[in-house]
């Protein structure tokens, strides 16, 4: 009886530590039925979906997570303005991720086109490469992109020069800085909106506005963003300066810079390789991937190869590795912007198409959290056409915003969507004067003019 007991207190353990696992417990899995939205180009009006947003389950057992979802985020996707034709479109997948990450302690792995994790929502992350790359032979670019010849070799040749997919495709980012791949909606960089950055290098987000994951805050420790297929996490842009927590609040920078090259001929190791175009307006420096190098800093606030290091988070008090989604002091995405070149662990992540084990599917007891008054923000203020309502941090949960007059009579109301962090009033038909923004069910308003 002995022996029975203290089995079952190791299984009773192994599962209490398991749902204590953030790689369980931090998915947005959409229980009240949240559906895509997306923009179609010449129309700001965004149309609604029937495809449900988000995760949908998270099951697990002793080793892994199973994460089932569509791919399609709760912020509005598209316009793809370079002519995409593709939609964000239901992948119907099941990420097997592994509960135990390890590292690579042989030949590291490169990270490859098409997916190498998944954030939070459900959504792909791709590395830096958009599957373009320069064909030494024919002097000329070659992929799979309209108008150009395909690559010798076909899909997984290997080639010196490779083009650089947020440099290249930026055209074709929405405001949420992602784009569809046959359907398959996915970030290569840091997913947060184009006209949230210091500096904003996109207009795309003037007529088709949207938000992203979630708001950077310079203030705050980045928020757990998803997963690398190795099974180590990933974080937004800041983090503690140090290792172990301690420093303050900092922007975790990538230890990679451009190379000081007018001519591709030499990889920055000095490897001698098929030459690629000169540097030029048309193939400025930066293009391609190979036109960086890394560059090891002594600093805490730098990372390492695989654009990450071992550190303290909020969810990982005895500390772990982790990537950031690095960004410049603008804000702007920095190279290689989340994983990569090569993976730190074991990749043993993947897609599959259904579950082979005993598994339990994982159902969150949290409450709806309160949010304090620096944690969303109501602009522009004063105003005339639009008010804006946004919190400041990734959302796991929906939120409803209301507005009032000054005599407290309930005008508006509006919903802020589990993965998404903005909400939107029109202003166009309200007399002026001052109005209050009231997060329901919490405590505290903010004010408004309207002029």
Request: charged letters at 15%; hydrophobic letters at 35%.
């Amino acid at each position: 009886m002995k022996k029975n007991l203290f089995i079952l207190l190791i299984v009773c353990g192994q599962q209490a530590m398991a749902q204590l696992n953030p790689a369980i417990e931090h998915w947005m899995i959409n229980s009240t039925g949240i559906t895509g939205r997306h923009y179609v180009q010449g129309n700001s009006t965004p149309i609604n979906e029937t495809t449900l947003a988000n995760v949908q389950t998270v099951q697990y057992s002793n080793n892994w997570v199973y994460v089932t979802a569509t791919g399609v985020p709760s912020y509005i996707t598209g316009p793809f303005m370079d002519g995409n034709p593709s939609l964000a479109t239901n992948q119907n997948a099941i990420f097997k991720m592994p509960l135990n990450p390890t590292q690579n302690t042989g030949t590291l792995t490169n990270t490859t086109g098409g997916n190498i994790g998944i954030f939070v929502n459900g959504v792909a992350l791709f590395d830096y490469r958009d599957g373009v790359a320069w064909n030494s032979n024919s002097n000329s670019l070659c992929g799979g992109l309209p108008g150009m010849s395909p690559c010798p070799g076909g899909p997984g040749a290997s080639f010196s020069w490779n083009r650089d997919a947020i440099r290249a495709e930026k055209a074709g980012f929405d405001c949420s800085k992602g784009h569809p791949a046959m359907g398959n909606y996915h970030h290569h960089q840091n997913p947060s909106a184009f006209k949230l950055d210091l500096t904003v290098i996109s207009n795309v987000c003037d007529l088709y506005d949207a938000d992203g994951l979630y708001v950077i805050d310079s203030t705050v420790h980045s928020p757990l963003i998803g997963y690398a297929y190795d099974g180590f996490p990933i974080y937004g842009a800041y983090g503690f300066k140090n290792a172990d927590g301690t420093g303050g609040i900092t922007r975790i920078k990538s230890s990679y810079q451009l190379r000081n090259i007018t001519a591709r001929t030499v990889w920055a190791d000095g490897t001698d390789v098929p030459d690629g175009p000169t540097v030029s307006t048309t193939y400025p420096l930066g293009y391609f991937r190979e036109d960086y190098e890394f560059i090891n800093h002594a600093q805490a606030d730098y990372l390492d190869v695989h654009n990450g290091r071992f550190c303290v988070t909020p969810e990982y008090p005895n500390g772990i590795y982790c990537y950031f989604a690095t960004v410049n002091e603008e804000w702007n995405s920095a190279y290689p912007y989340v994983v990569g070149p090569t993976f730190y662990g074991v990749k043993t992540a993947s897609k599959v198409t259904s579950i082979t084990e005993t598994v339990t599917t994982y159902t969150s007891s949290a409450g709806i959290s309160e949010l304090t008054d620096n944690q969303w923000t109501v602009y522009p203020n004063p105003s005339n056409d639009i008010i804006m309502v946004q919190v400041n941090d990734l959302t796991n949960q929906s939120y409803t915003v209301e507005l009032f007059d000054a005599l407290g009579k309930l005008i508006q109301s509006q919903q802020i969507v589990q993965g998404s962090t903005i909400a939107y009033f029109n202003a166009d038909t309200l007399y002026k004067g001052v109005y209050h923004v009231k997060v329901k069910g919490q405590n505290g308003s903010k004010k408004i003019v309207i002029q």
